[in-house]
């Protein structure tokens, strides 16, 4: 009987041991978990994200990778802003990625946490979780390869998603597919008359506001005269407003004449009518 008695205290001792050494490895888990996060946005984030690390490897059963996370989850619950890891190339496992990935990514992250933390705070939190998620893991001799690429991943994907989220979108200009401008000549004219360069002075001012790839100038005239040489008059039309938009900036190369004579009116008329309206140079601005 006294011997059965031994033999059980025995037991009953091996099992106080196992219950002490087991509570002793969630400690920090434990401690992490009944907090409440205080200060800003960004730590009470960094809180949830480090926890959230340190009951995966407590699941892992990999006891040291849990409290490191439990210790810096503990650390944003009081509100410390917690840097991210400091990578250490003799601290790396074999097989893992170089120390210059870590180094670089490190730089892009902090770059990130500081245009993102007031205004991103959860896509920072969780971006810089992951970040120490992949360097704790590659010098942890218990995680696999799986496990530290799957920390990868996510702050690859998490960081992308942060600088996206801090980077301003470029200014849309709206603007009609093309735009279109017309300026009018006197009879048996080329010469430029000062409502002729207003009209070339705002079709300028367009192109530049809307980044236009080409500039078609189209010479018109009215039916009066022979046909050869309204074919002529309006290049002529045509290549003085062609040298005055050059005169204000206009690239030559990205200049296009037509000259259409009598053949295109903007006001049908018998041969030989003086038809003001037709005596033109349409400017178009093709994107």
């Known amino acids: 009987m006294r011997q059965f008695l031994r033999l059980d205290i025995r037991h009953l ?28 946005a960004f730590t009470q984030a960094l809180y949830d994200a480090y926890l959230t690390h340190s009951v995966r490897a407590f699941e892992e059963d990999n006891e040291e990778l849990s409290n490191a996370f439990a210790a810096r989850a503990i650390a944003a619950a009081r509100g410390t802003v917690v840097a991210p890891v400091v990578p250490m190339a003799d601290a790396l496992q074999p097989g893992a990625a170089p120390i210059a990935n ?23 939190a969780q971006a810089q979780a992951a970040f120490d998620c992949w360097y704790l ?20 994907t998490g960081l992308v998603g942060l600088e996206a989220a801090i980077t301003p979108p470029a200014p849309v200009v709206v603007l009609p597919d093309a735009a279109s401008f017309t300026a009018y000549f006197g009879f048996d004219e080329w010469f430029l008359r000062a409502e002729a360069l207003d009209v070339i002075g705002e079709a300028m001012e367009t192109a530049r506001v809307g980044g236009h790839g080409e500039i078609v100038l189209g010479g018109h005239t009215d039916t009066s005269g022979p046909a050869g040489y309204n074919d ?11 040298a005055t938009m050059v005169e204000l900036g206009a690239l030559p190369d990205a200049i296009r004449v037509i000259a259409y004579g009598e053949t295109q009116l903007a006001v049908p008329t018998a041969d030989g009518v003086r038809e003001a309206l037709n005596r033109r140079v349409e400017i178009q601005l093709v994107p």
């Open 13 to 40: 001792l091996m099992v106080a041991v196992a219950v002490i050494l087991s509570s002793c490895a969630s400690y920090q888990l434990d401690e992490a978990r009944d907090m409440t996060p205080s200060g800003d």
């Open 102 to 124: 870590f180094d670089t990514a490190r730089s892009r992250l902090i770059a990130a946490l500081n245009a993102g933390r007031s205004t991103q705070p959860v896509l920072s």
């Open 232 to 242: 002529t008059l309006s290049l002529r039309r045509a290549e003085v407003v062609k």
């Open 137 to 156: 893991r590659s010098i942890d001799p218990e995680s696999d390869a799986a496990a530290i690429s799957r920390c990868r991943s996510e702050f690859d």
